[in-house]
């Protein structure tokens, strides 16, 4: 049954693709997705039409100034040491 659901998973979209294989290797803990979706990652890119990649950037920025902004201002108020690991993430230096 598994090998059917990951045949077809190629079909669906990354986060779907995600969901089966977690399904197949066992019990775990769904991650869902950062702050892109792979359509927006798609956009980004360059691999749809510049209006697209337009209304990606849009949609990231409410994204950033919005839920992250209360995301973070509840981890500096409740779990200080994931906001010390989302901080080496984000703020890493190449």
């Not at 902004?69 to 200080?80: A, F, K």
């Not at 010390?84 to 703020?91: D, M, W």
């Amino acid at each position: 049954m598994w090998a059917t659901l990951l045949d077809k998973a190629s079909e669906l979209s990354e986060s779907h693709v995600t969901i089966y294989k977690t399904a197949s290797e066992g019990p775990a803990m769904s991650t869902g997705r950062g702050i892109l979706t792979g359509y927006e990652k798609d956009c980004l890119a360059g691999k749809t039409e510049k209006q697209r990649e337009y209304e990606a950037r849009s949609r990231v920025r409410a994204r950033i100034d919005g839920p992250l902004e209360d995301d973070i201002e509840h981890l500096r108020e409740h779990d200080p040491d994931l906001l010390a690991e989302l901080r080496k993430v984000v703020c890493e230096v190449d």
